[in-house]
């Protein structure tokens, strides 16, 4: 919403600066956007005569000017084909600003001849688009003077309207808003009904179903003859370009001006081109209109028409029709004040995709019970600038009753807006919105203005009394608070904020990647379904919810190597999107490592990342978030993008909480990134929840006062046995004994034949109450030695 | 005697003629050995009577020990030489990099200024809630008092998805706001929650992302006032951003679940172009903010009359590229390792208001 300081003060009648108004209709809640001062950069021009012009001696195009500056004559070389002796000019001389540039002036030599200023042209002090010449100021102008004291520069003032505050998309409603917090006097709004001379010709009518009703509760309407539709006076035209409307016709601006004056739309036909009554009614299936905007739409039954006998005429609220739009040429005048539904409004300004002033206004809503004198005001404008003669008013349907009563106790005030307005205080800011205010009680019965559909409730009217009064009164008030705080994290926010910092400490990198991917790569990940995808998405690159944390981390990967990083491990704790409800996600902690796990270094042999990598970041994830990896099975089916020969699946009984693996190669071909990339995915609520305890003691310690002794085993088995048989066997030979078994040798080849492998373990050793003899040593290996036999088929090598 | 003093000048010059271990054991084997001269010397004192044997005995011990004496002298002093041979041959350059092994990797700041704020919160009492990032429009819109014709729901750039069975659609969060409702309707009030998380609008541009992230705040109970929001969200600012004065301004607004409304506005200076939070010329909006409406208490089957409080939500990306310098929103999603490592936290600086929110 724009409008000019000399407009708002058309309403208000005020002493206050343009910043005081600037800072009030912010803390009003209208809020400004900018202000455009013109004068602001034009501080340092000067009002200049031209008293001498002359040929430059070296260029065609250029004179040399002589110059009063009412200080003094100086020399101005000057390109403008209309620079000649006797015209007053706009004189910037060194140093002063030219907003056009952004730069200050500096004195100059053009070919040859020096210049000590410049005179400029309307567009070079963003005036106006005017470059054909320099600016020419009336005859009189005073030599010497100031530009800015002599041209009157209304400065522009553009705030932003929230949608309850339909009643400030006119002018008078920012004024009526200014005048209550006391910045001025809201002037009054003058309407002296213009007799009519005849009967309209045109009649108007509302022919709605029973239903539809609402849709257009009044139509007011006025016919003209013998008008002359010539441009508008300057000042209206004045008006309408600073706010960046283009000036037409006086019919059309003067349309335009009540739009943005008192935010009451209308709109003039052309009555000559109407054929019959105007009704207005649901559009019929199959009817089109041809707009104002020069587009034909085609309508549908939920629709308003302003109709004629031969059709639509104009889309009520939105748009009129190009056939019985108003031209130069038209005499013959039919003015429209109707009233339309706001919800109707908007649902057809969307479908047919039209913004307009008047839709913009209509879909807020306008003031119910400004139809009649709003027609009284367009018609003593109308007659004022095209002449002519007005009939008698036209009138269908009535005022909605918009009238309530709400009872407010003033006390709420300060109970829910925190600050303490007096009684007489809050009775006089809303007598200055327009309310009728009443005592009722124990407190106020409160009547809102016609204009302020939004205010309904006593709340409304509490935040009415605050706002004006001024939200920086409100004192601020620390919060009542516990005296000492107490973890307000939930179990699973405390291990996923563990799970991020552990991660990160392993030397992954956090990122933060889209909820949503290219539907080709969902697929690729076990997503992509029709469900799944987003009906308006922003582009085709992201068009579907991610099944997976992985195709964003590994498409990241390669936006990392493509700028020359190819050594990373990237990871997101995140949802991935298993069902199109609300809920169907789950939390996860996602990595990938790619390239080199150890670069090249002088000490230590380069090696590139293998599926330990990612086992070993996803076991130490599980770990970090309390749970004990040892708890899990490992299966060897993980989902498809992984390498099928290359990944495992950590599960808690058939539920799978967690896989790892190289991503399969074809799926990084498919996303066109270099492997190879190692994985792993974490299913942060599918890990056991943590016991609760009583008291946070830890279990007592054993220290055993006997040395552990390792004993190593050497097993020849199936090349497709598992290590984790192996060692789970040992482990389980003599668990009172045996604290620890790990793999230190691992060989296949011809030493151990086709099909087989050898796996070295060291089992240790842990006695707690004695010293083991050599007998009870060899006991124990024997044991081992047997389970994995029974377990695995793997014998001991000779 | 002479034979034995004669045993031992020869002893004695052996070992001090040692110029290197091997040599110094040769001379106590020539000397003390099994068949050294002086273990040859005393085999004979068996053959001695009593009493000459007493006197020859003293006699060899001493000479004994006196070499065994001098050997490990020599001994001692022959290992210190070797040992600084050794050490002088295991020289190392140690100007030569570390293994590469100490690399840390970073928090991303979405979770770092995520973390500061729950830490502030927690000192208030608020407990952190989530809801899903998948609504449906009465969560997201309705109970929220946006009315499905509503002008505000424009203000919205919701995505959706397809048509369901009973022709409703659900939609990508808009706001993390359904966190209140979801919240209002499993807990009875006194609540304090904030919630942060993802959310989304379809808007793409220099200063919007079509995915970012919100921290909403709620307050329920009999007695919170717009006060008591002004002084939650004035020690919010002022901890949060670790500067000694935040000027906090509040605005009158317009949000259907809120009235009244208003947005909040932080003191801000621009000199020289560089930006700086605190007491300035300028102001900054950081979110909004209001008392709860009592068409969203009614929705949550919470008695008006009974019940009140506030409710607020704030941009976490716009606050983290407030506090720590950060220019650009839409880097935030880009996974650039060169920007993660830089603006990006070290995994050990957790936050916590006794030590400090920031290094």
Known sequence: ?798 | MDELDKIRVAALAAVAAADSVEALEAARVAALGKKGSISGLMAALGKMDPEARKAAGAAMNAVKDEVAEAIAAAKSVLEAKALDARLAREKVDVTLPVRPDSQSGRIHPISQVMEEMAAIFAQMGFDVAEGPDIEDDFHNFTALNIPAEHPARQMHDTFYFGEREDGSRHLLRTHTSPVQIRTMLSKKPPIRIIAPGRTYRCDSDMTHTPMFHQIEGLVIDKTTNMGHLKGCLLEFVTTFFEVDEVPVRFRPSFFPFTEPSAEVDIGCSRDGGELKIGKGASWLEIGGSGMVHPNVLRACGIDPDEYQGFAFGMGVERMAMLKYGIPDLRTFFDSDLRWLKHYGFVPLDVPTLSGGLTR
């Open chain 1, 1 to 798: 919403m724009k409008f000019t300081l000399s407009w708002l003060k058309s309403h208000l009648d005020t002493e206050a600066t343009l910043a005081e108004i600037d800072a009030r209709l912010t803390m009003l809640g209208l809020e400004v956007e900018e202000i455009h001062d013109p004068a602001k950069d034009l501080a340092g021009f000067t009002i200049g005569h031209i008293v001498e012009a002359e040929q430059h001696p070296n260029a065609d195009r250029l004179r040399i000017c002589k110059v009063d500056t009412g200080a003094g004559i100086i020399q101005v070389v000057c390109g403008a084909p209309n620079a000649r002796a006797g015209i007053k000019v706009i004189l910037a001389q060194p140093g002063t600003f030219i907003p056009v540039s952004g730069d200050k002036l500096k004195k100059g030599n053009v070919r040859g001849i020096e210049s000590q200023g410049m005179m400029c042209s309307w567009r070079e002090l963003k005036l106006g688009e005017d470059h054909d010449g320099i600016a020419e100021l009336d005859a009189d102008s005073p030599v010497g003077a100031k530009l800015v004291e002599v041209m009157r520069f209304d400065p522009v003032i553009e705030i932003s309207i929230t949608p309850n505050r339909a009643d400030c998309l006119g002018v008078r409603g920012v004024a009526r808003d200014l005048a209550a917090s006391g910045l001025g006097r809201l002037k009054p709004l003058v309407v002296n009904p213009v007799k009519g001379g005849y009967v309209s010709p045109i009649n108007v009518a509302l022919d709605f179903p029973e239903d539809a009703k609402s849709a257009c509760p009044m139509f007011v309407g006025r016919h003209f003859k013998g008008v002359k539709n010539g441009p508008s006076p300057q000042w209206l035209q004045d008006r309408l370009t600073a706010i960046g409307l283009r000036p037409i016709s006086a019919l059309v601006d003067i349309t335009n001006f009540f739009t943005f004056d008192l935010a009451r739309p209308l709109h003039v036909f052309d009555a000559a081109k109407v054929n019959g009554a105007l009704t207005a009614r649901l559009a019929r299936p199959g009817e089109k209109l041809m707009a104002l905007n020069g587009k034909e739409y085609e309508l549908s039954a939920e629709m308003t028409v302003i109709a004629d006998q031969a059709g639509p005429e104009g889309l009520a609220g939105v748009m009129g029709g190009e056939h019985s739009g108003c031209t130069e040429a038209t005499t013959e005048v039919f003015l429209e004040v109707a009233a339309f539904d706001p919800i109707r409004t908007a649902a057809t300004g969307r479908k047919l995709d039209i913004l307009s002033d008047a839709r913009f206004r209509f879909e807020r809503g306008i003031d119910p019970a400004f139809l009649i004198d709003a027609a009284e005001l367009a018609t003593a404008m109308i007659v004022e600038l095209c002449g002519g003669e007005a009939s008698e008013l036209v009138v269908a349907g009535a005022e909605p009753d918009w009238r309530q009563s709400i009872a407010l106790r003033p006390e709420r005030a300060e109970a829910l807006g925190g600050v303490a307005v007096e009684t007489k205080r809050q009775e006089l800011i809303l007598t200055a919105l327009g309310c009728t205010v009443s005592e009722h009680g124990d407190g106020l019965l409160v009547v809102p203005p016609s204009w302020r559909g939004d205010i309904t409730a006593e709340h409304d009217l509490v935040e009415e009394i605050i706002r004006v009064n001024g939200y920086d009164q409100i004192p601020a008030t620390p919060m009542p608070r516990p005296t000492m705080c107490k973890p307000v994290l939930t179990p699973g926010q405390r291990r996923a904020a563990w799970v991020r910092r552990h991660l990160a400490s392993r030397g992954l990198v956090e990122t933060v990647t889209w909820s949503f991917l290219p539907s080709a790569q969902a697929k690729l990940f076990g997503g992509g379904t029709a469900a799944m995808h987003l009906a308006n998405p922003i582009s085709t690159d992201l068009d579907c919810m991610r099944p997976s944390l992985l195709p964003n981390l590994v498409v990241a990967a390669g936006r990392n190597a493509d700028r020359g990083f190819k050594d990373l491990g990237l990871f997101e704790i995140g949802a991935q999107f298993d069902g199109p409800e609300p809920g169907q996600q789950r939390a996860v902690a996602a990595g990938i490592r790619v390239g080199k796990a150890v670069p090249r270094h002088w000490k230590e042999a380069s090696r590139a990342v293998d599926v330990f990598d990612a086992k070993a970041d996803l076991l130490a994830a599980i770990a970090a978030a309390g749970a004990n990896p040892d708890s899990f099975q490992i299966g060897t089916d993980a989902p498809s993008w992984y390498h099928p020969g290359r990944s495992g699946v950590l599960k808690l009984g058939n539920k799978p909480v967690a896989a790892f693996g190289e991503v399969h190669p074809g799926v990084l071909t498919a996303l066109d990134v270099k492997g190879p990339i190692v994985a792993f995915e974490l299913f942060l609520e599918a890990l056991p929840p943590q016991k609760a305890k009583a008291t946070k003691a830890k279990p007592l310690v054993k220290l055993s006062a006997f040395q552990p002794l390792e004993r190593d085993f050497a097993f020849v088995l199936d090349a497709e046995m598992s290590a984790d048989a192996v060692l789970r066997a040992a482990r389980n030979a003599e668990k009172a004994l045996i604290t620890d078994v790990s793999v230190f040798d691992l060989y296949e080849g011809p030493n151990v034949g086709e099909g087989k492998k050898s796996l070295a373990i060291s089992v240790t050793l842990q006695p707690f109450d004695k010293t083991l003899t050599d007998e009870e040593i060899e006991a124990v290996g024997k044991k081992i030695v047997e389970g994995v036999l029974k377990a695995t088929g793997g014998v001991l090598r000779g």
